[in-house]
């Protein structure tokens, strides 16, 4: 036996699972429609808006005027959703939009001081890392450092850069507007020795060697981990005397 679909009003086979809305029964393609559009006003509010039109045309004009009823209910219910999902994602766009502009106009400086401002609290010492993998090598490492056009020199510089950018957002989202004392420092990983340099010392430390200033010197590297240090402030212009 078939039956006729409240919501299409198709008749449909009676073979397969039962569906129900407004406690009438509705065909397999109905709930499948139905269920697309509760995923996508709760998950994609770029697909919503054509999820919507197509579940619609689909249906066409509902059989009853109880059936239009409970259609439209069902539909300002995923209506409700997507809005509020909107809201909320245009929220994490524009609070990601300021932390960028934050970014942005940051102070950064590897000295204790900011000419032209005051310092009006200091917040934290904070820090950014990155890793990279050279590979087996035997070369002394500042031979790869030294080599701009070298794939060690473009990874270094970018794991320079990444680490940075986790520095100053950590910074920003701590209510900092500058950052003093920036410091990068420099750690390789090679048969389970972990040699460090700082460039606020200029030394390179290894196995209890200390090597000289902007010498770093490792053997077969394994991993080089970057990471960037620094105090996040508050700081504000001076005032004209």
């Known amino acids: 036996m078939g039956f006729i679909c409240f919501l299409c009003g198709k008749k449909k086979s009676s073979f ?3 569906y129900t809305l407004a406690d009438n029964r509705i065909c397999q393609e109905c709930a499948d429609g139905m269920d697309e559009m509760r995923i996508v006003s709760q998950t994609n509010i770029a697909k919503y808006p ?3 039109s197509a579940f619609l045309e689909s249906i066409g004009s509902p059989a ?3 059936a239009n009823e409970a259609l439209e209910k069902f539909i300002r219910q995923c209506d409700e959703t997507y809005q509020g999902l909107n809201q909320k994602e245009r929220e994490e766009h524009e609070a990601q939009q300021r932390t960028e502009e934050r970014i942005k106009s940051c102070i950064k400086t590897t000295g204790d001081a900011l000419i032209g401002y005051d310092i009006e609290q200091y917040i934290d010492v904070l820090s950014g890392e990155a890793t990279f993998a050279p590979g087996a090598t035997n070369k002394p490492m500042y031979e790869y450092f030294d080599n701009d056009g070298g ?3 473009k990874d270094f510089r970018k794991a320079k850069d990444t680490a940075m950018r986790k520095l100053v957002l950590r910074s920003v989202k701590a209510g900092a507007n500058a950052l003093i004392g920036i410091r990068f420092e420099i750690t390789t990983v090679h048969e389970g020795a972990i040699p460090v340099a700082t460039l606020s ?3 390179a430390i290894a196995g209890g060697l200390v090597g000289g200033t902007g010498s770093i010197h ?3 590297a394994r ?4 990471i960037a240090t620094g105090t996040a402030v508050i ?3 001076k005032k004209d005397c």
Request: hydrophobic share 35%; net charge neutral; no cysteine.
């Open 16 to 18: 397969g699972t039962e």
């Open 50 to 52: 054509e999820a919507k």
């Open 64 to 66: 009853t005027n109880e």
């Open 151 to 153: 794939i060690f020199s």
């Open 201 to 203: 010392t200029g030394a």
């Open 218 to 220: 490792t053997v077969r």
């Open 223 to 226: 991993t080089v981990a970057v």
């Open 235 to 237: 700081a504000k212009p």
